[in-house]
């Protein structure tokens, strides 16, 4: 079955380090994309791609970048973590028209001391 | 500035009856709305949508409403069920389709024995 797998599930860093979070699916989706979640705000947009080299801003995306090199993978960096980011990171992917749902990873939760 | 907005963070229902999850936009050019369901630990999956043209989408037991001019959706669970205890997250999209989500806060659902 096709899927979607985020790792390390849980990340404990320290601030200032530089900390990336994987995401492969095997849907063989053109649509990616990266969220986090936060007591309050729900899920909020970080960054997104429509494919091979392309890669968009989100609405939280300050702090944080991504590159896409092929159709499978879209790693998130966060650059020089901070506290701030304590976060849990979920990553989705779709593909197909425009109004295809999102399928969503089981989440990294991530820890910055 | 919260677009979509979830006024109940939580929910308590009894087995049985209905439970109906409701959830406010602001934004007129959202043109497509879906419901996702979340456990805890798991990432969202995706439950029903429902596109602007529409005021009504039914699957099986969940049926969401739209209600265009008063920019409200909402989630009907007939009959609510031990196992659709979760976090429930309303979303919406922009015109252009639903790759660039907007998701409210989330309200969690309890059902009751």
């Known amino acids: 079955d096709a899927e979607i797998t985020q790792s390390p599930r849980h990340k404990i860093t320290e601030t200032g380090r530089q900390v990336t979070l994987a995401c492969h699916q095997t849907w063989n989706h053109n649509n990616m994309f990266w969220y986090r979640q936060d007591l309050g705000h729900g899920l909020r947009l970080i960054h997104y791609s429509y494919g091979v080299q392309d890669t968009n801003k989100g609405e939280v995306s300050d702090g944080y970048s991504v590159s896409r090199s092929n159709t499978e993978d879209l790693p998130l960096t966060l650059e020089s973590a901070a506290s701030s980011q304590t976060s849990v990171y979920f990553c989705?992917?779709?593909?197909?028209?425009?109004?295809?749902?999102?399928?969503f990873g089981d989440g990294t939760r991530l820890s910055i001391l | 500035d919260q677009q979509v907005k979830q006024n109940s963070p939580s929910l308590s229902v009894q087995e049985g009856r209905i439970s109906i999850l409701n959830c406010d936009y602001t934004?007129?050019?959202?043109?497509?709305f879906l419901w996702y369901k979340k456990y805890p630990a798991e990432g969202p999956t995706f439950l029903i949508s429902i596109s602007s043209i529409k005021d009504k989408n039914e699957d099986g037991r969940f049926t969401v409403f739209l209600n265009k001019s008063a920019k409200h959706l909402s989630l009907h669970i007939v009959p609510s069920q031990p196992g659709d205890s979760a976090v429930y997250f309303c979303?919406?999209?922009?015109?252009?389709?639903?790759?660039?989500?907007?998701f409210g806060q989330g309200t969690r659902l309890t059902i009751n024995p």
């Open positions: 989705a992917s779709s593909g197909g028209g425009p109004n295809q749902p999102q399928h």
């Open positions: 934004n007129s050019m959202f043109d497509y």
């Open positions: 979303a919406a999209s922009p015109i252009q389709g639903a790759q660039k989500l907007v």
